[in-house]
């Protein structure tokens, strides 16, 4: 596994003026790995954790839809209804004022979660070996928004992102395939991100200069690597209030309004009660 350490400086000039996104990417696989994962992420400062196979459950109707949770950050689950598929993501976002987050859906399925965090697009997936598959004809009908990045756990090898791989059935150059045709570039590349040696789930996005790493001090002890992402972020626009243009064909209205309003006055009688009035 490879690291890249952050200097603790950058940190705080990150957290005052958010010029980068900190994000991990992990899969837990277990209700005690999965508070391991959110322990991790809240410890060391991650903005964003898209975790996948995430411990998910539902019980009587007193109890509903149970989930992992940290009063740190937000949860964004994939689907509203757990009755017949639990979701196999959960995305959790730091609870920052400087941190403006909407859902968005363009699928629904328990294995795809996409938020947006200030500029960026983030989608959360999960890929099930020998599955149907489905995730990626989603992701290959989808024209992701400018500003993007997938992450999850893919189970694909190929050797774009990992040159001397060892033999993998998953959808390797399906995948690749995917990533060239909507100019997707892969972050993390070469370090094994899974315990047989193999890069399985790798981190795509169109930004520039995000980048992606396998992070050691992230590991929650399952046979995945966890992975660090750092993405540029712009701080969200303030918002402009515009001008207010009454048209002149509601004028009349407008009079009426401000006419029923308007605080009433007695009519002044001499001098002095002009000079009270005034004071």
């Not at 699928?107 to 070996?129: A, E, G, H, K, W």
């Not at 959808?171 to 991100?193: I, M, S």
């Not at 399952?222 to 918002?239: F, G, K, Q």
Request: aromatic residues 8%; hydrophobic residues 40%.
């Amino acid at each position: 596994m490879s690291s890249r350490r952050r200097h603790r400086s950058s940190d705080k000039a990150r957290r005052g003026t958010r010029k980068m996104l900190h994000l991990m990417q992990c899969i837990v696989a277990h209700s005690d790995t999965n508070d391991t994962a959110l322990h991790l992420e809240w410890q060391h400062e991650m903005d964003v954790a898209v975790v996948q196979e995430s411990w998910a459950e539902t019980r009587a109707a007193r109890l509903g839809k149970l989930a992992k949770i940290h009063p740190r950050y937000d949860v964004f689950f994939p689907i509203e209804d757990w009755a017949e598929r639990k979701p196999r993501v959960i995305t959790y976002v730091h609870k920052d004022p400087k941190l403006q987050t909407s859902q968005l859906r363009p699928f629904v399925s328990p294995d795809m979660c996409v938020i947006r965090v200030n500029n960026v697009t983030i989608c959360n997936v999960y890929v099930q070996l020998g599955g149907d598959y489905h995730i990626l004809t989603n992701l290959e009908g989808w024209q992701q928004p400018v500003g993007t990045v997938i992450a999850g756990d893919f189970n694909a090898v190929h050797w774009l992102w990992r040159s001397n791989h060892k033999r993998h059935k998953g959808p390797g150059e399906r995948v690749a395939k995917w990533a060239e045709d909507h100019g997707l570039a892969v972050l993390n590349l070469e370090a094994p991100t899974h315990q047989g040696g193999n890069v399985v789930d790798p981190t795509l996005s169109d930004i520039a200069s995000a980048d992606a790493w396998v992070n050691p001090i992230l590991y929650a002890r399952v046979d995945h690597y966890a992975i660090e992402a750092s993405i540029p972020v712009a701080a969200p626009p303030v918002p402009n209030p515009g001008k207010y243009r009454i048209p002149i064909d509601e004028w009349y209205e407008l009079a009426q309004l401000i006419r029923q309003n308007a605080p009433t006055f007695e009519e002044p009688q001499d001098p002095e009660d002009l000079n009270r009035m005034a004071d």
